[in-house]
T-cell receptor
Framework: EDKVVQSPLSLVVHEGDTVTLNCSYE??????LLWYKQEKKAPTFLFML????IEKKSGRLSSILDKKELFSILNITATQTGDSAVYLC???????????FGRGTSLIVHP | EAQVTQNPRYLITVTGKKLTVTCSQN?????MSWYRQDPGLGLRQIYY???????DKGDVPEGYKVSRKEKRNFPLILESPSPNQTSLYFC????????????FGPGTRLTVT
């Protein structure tokens, strides 16, 4: 059975802190790892990772994939209150149209 | 503007009263799907569609039906809703399936009493 596990489940930090969110996966015929941000509404896309060791960056957010150890991390530097959200990780596999989502990491950033 | 729309956004209904949640996308995406999101359980896929007239079950299809008669629309039908279907529902679309970026609708919060 395919599985995606995110850790920690929740995180409370102060503005300016750097955080690292983890996502480990066990997926048959792995194709891609996707990160989404969910505020009090629909998930919005952050990154898609398919190759090991290639960092994707967008402003203060960055992510990397390790296909040997089967995990990905999402880093957020200099956190702001607007980063408060649930961050979802999903794995896509070739030959399946059903993605596997993790349960998410809830991040709260205090001013 | 590229978007996925859902209606209604909020719905309170009673057990057994058939309902339909509509979903429409304007990006000409072939892949569309429905998810439910429950506290502690994350996003679980209900049904998906790879193209017009092609649909298949996701992880939690029991109690739901879908249809895909047009490329842009993918309605979710609850023929006899029950309280355990109280949840937050999202429709999503993608150009190439879930291995690629999915665009999510705003969500429909359904309460079945």
């Amino acid at each position: 059975e395919d599985k995606v596990v995110q850790s920690p489940l929740s995180l409370v930090v102060h503005e300016g802190d750097t955080v690292t969110l983890n996502c480990s996966y066990e997926v048959t015929n792995f194709r891609s790892l996707l990160w989404y941000k969910q505020e009090k509404k629909a998930p919005t896309f952050l990154f898609m990772l398919t190759s090991s060791g290639i960092e994707k960056k967008s402003g203060r957010l960055s992510s990397i994939l390790d296909k040997k150890e089967l995990f990905s991390i999402l880093n957020i530097t200099a956190t702001q209150t607007g980063d408060s959200a649930v961050y979802l990780c999903a794995a896509g596999s070739g030959g399946s149209y059903i993605p596997t989502f993790g349960r998410g990491t809830s991040l709260i950033v205090h001013p | 503007e590229a978007q996925v729309t859902q209606n209604p956004r909020y719905l309170i209904t009673v057990t057994g009263k058939k309902l339909t949640v509509t979903c429409s996308q304007n990006m000409n995406h072939e892949y569309m799907s429905w998810y439910r999101q429950d506290p502690g359980l994350g996003l679980r896929q209900i049904y998906y569609s790879m193209n017009v007239e092609v649909t298949d079950k996701g992880d939690v299809p029991e109690g739901y039906k879908v249809s895909r008669k047009e490329k842009r629309n993918f309605p979710l039908i609850l023929e006899s809703p029950s309280p355990n279907q109280t949840s937050l529902y999202f429709c999503a679309s993608s150009s190439g399936g879930p291995v690629y970026e999915q665009y999510f609708g705003p969500g429909t919060r359904l309460t079945v009493t």
